[in-house]
Nanobody, 121 residues
Framework: QVQLVESGGGLVQPGGSLRLSCAASGSILSIYTMGWYRQAPGNERELVATMASGGSTNYADSVKGRFTVSRDNARNTVALQMNSLKPEDTAVYYC???????????????WGQGTQVTVSS
C-alpha cells in the first residue's frame, strides 16, 4: 500500500510564507511526478505545482514567482515553499504523486489527505 502524508499547513497573514512537505511511503517502485494541487470551497481541485523525476516543473500561472516546488527523489519527498501569500491562496492543499507501485502493472495517481492553508489578517 502507498501513502502520502502532508505537513506544514496553517494560518498565515497576507504577505507571509509557509512551507508544505509530503512524504510518500509504502511499496513504491518508481515515482514519476510529485507535486501539489489545491481546492478552495466551491471550486474544483486545481494544479499548483508539480515536478517530474528529471526535474522539470509545471506551475499554475497564479503562483509563478511566489511558490517553489522541490523534490528529494532518494527520500520520496516533495515540498512547496509558498511566499508572498495572498488570501486567494486559501485552500486545502493536496500532495500528488504519479507512480508505479511494486507488484502493479500500471501507473496511477495517489493523493494525500490534504492540509489546510488559510491566508488571512
Amino acid at each position: 500500500q502507498v501513502q502520502l502524508v502532508e505537513s506544514g499547513g496553517g494560518l498565515v497573514q497576507p504577505g507571509g510564507s509557509l512551507r508544505l512537505s509530503c512524504a510518500a511511503s509504502g511499496s513504491i517502485l518508481s515515482i514519476y511526478t510529485m507535486g501539489w494541487y489545491r481546492q478552495a470551497p466551491g471550486n474544483e481541485r486545481e494544479l499548483v505545482a508539480t515536478m517530474a523525476s528529471g526535474g522539470s516543473t509545471n506551475y499554475a500561472d497564479s503562483v509563478k514567482g511566489r511558490f517553489t516546488v522541490s523534490r528529494d527523489n532518494a527520500r520520496n519527498t516533495v515540498a512547496l515553499q509558498m511566499n508572498s501569500l495572498k488570501p486567494e491562496d486559501t485552500a486545502v492543499y493536496y500532495c500528488y504523486a504519479f507512480l508505479r507501485a511494486r507488484g502493479s502493472s500500471v501507473n496511477r495517481v495517489y493523493w494525500g489527505q490534504g492540509t489546510q492553508v488559510t491566508v488571512s489578517s
